[in-house]
Antibody, heavy 120, light 106 residues
Framework: QVQVVESGGRGVQPGGSLRLSCVAS????????MHWVRQAPGKGLEWLAF????????YYADSVKGRFTVSRDDSKNTLYLQMNSLRTEDTAVYYC?????????????WGRGTQVTVSS | DIQMTQSPSSLSASVGDRVTITCRAS??????LNWYQQQPGKAPSLLIS???NLQSGVPSRFSGSGSGTDFTLTITSLQPEDSATYSC?????????FGGGTRVEI
């Protein structure tokens, strides 16, 4: 069955960097677009980034553009989110999500999330 | 960018009640509207895609409707396990966006 598992979240100081990973299984990873979505404490869902199946297009939310970079390694079935210049407002649970079908913008499958805490 | 406005932000209802949640897009998004359910402490899960396509395993008391810019999620005969937060999402164009969520209390 389709599964995506995030990792890499931890506590980090403001201005620091962190790289999240998402390992996918149960579908043809190289054929599917992938997304990152986050949820700050007590807040709603916020879409962050998308990478097309072939890596040719990447889209970002304004709140993270220029600070976060999405990438993928199809040989490892892994999605990444490189987060730089972290701010306290980046504290959230970060989810990996996919439609598991071409470059869908619908989140059919979600991971359990990984917690990122930005604090001094 | 497309803004999604969801209402109400929270509601309290009784078992057996009919509940309606609305979602409005800032521009026409055709049928690219999805609904998610999130239980406390859990990841969201897709409830309904493309306005009205109920996902496998979702009870038939859930339904979606609407077109263009105005959409509705309806729960007929509310059950205790429906206590959750419901969010709409436009899949029309990037940057993708969610509504603010509706917390449903039983």
């Amino acid at each position: 069955q389709v599964q995506v598992v995030e990792s890499g979240g931890r506590g980090v100081q403001p201005g620091g960097s962190l790289r999240l990973s998402c390992v996918a299984s149960g579908f043809t990873f190289s054929s599917c677009g992938m997304h990152w979505v986050r949820q700050a404490p007590g807040k709603g869902l916020e879409w962050l980034a998308f990478i097309r199946s072939d890596g040719s297009d990447k889209y970002y939310a304004d709140s993270v553009k220029g600070r976060f970079t999405v990438s993928r390694d199809d040989s490892k079935n892994t999605l990444y989110l490189q987060m730089n210049s972290l701010r306290t407002e980046d504290t959230a649970v970060y989810y990996c999500a996919t439609g598991a079908r071409r470059d869908s913008y619908t989140f059919f499958y979600w991971g359990r999330g990984t917690q990122v805490t930005v604090s001094s | 960018d497309i803004q999604m406005t969801q209402s109400p932000s929270s509601l309290s209802a009784s078992v057996g009640d009919r509940v309606t949640i609305t979602c409005r897009a800032s521009q026409n998004i055709d049928n690219f509207l999805n609904w998610y359910q999130q239980q406390p402490g859990k990841a969201p899960s897709l409830l309904i895609s493309d306005i009205s396509n109920l996902q496998s395993g979702v009870p038939s008391r859930f339904s979606g409707s609407g077109s263009g810019t105005d959409f509705t999620l309806t729960i007929t005969s509310l059950q205790p396990e429906d206590s959750a937060t419901y969010s709409c999402q436009q899949s029309f164009s990037a940057p993708l966006s969610f509504g603010g969520g509706t917390r449903v209390e039983i």
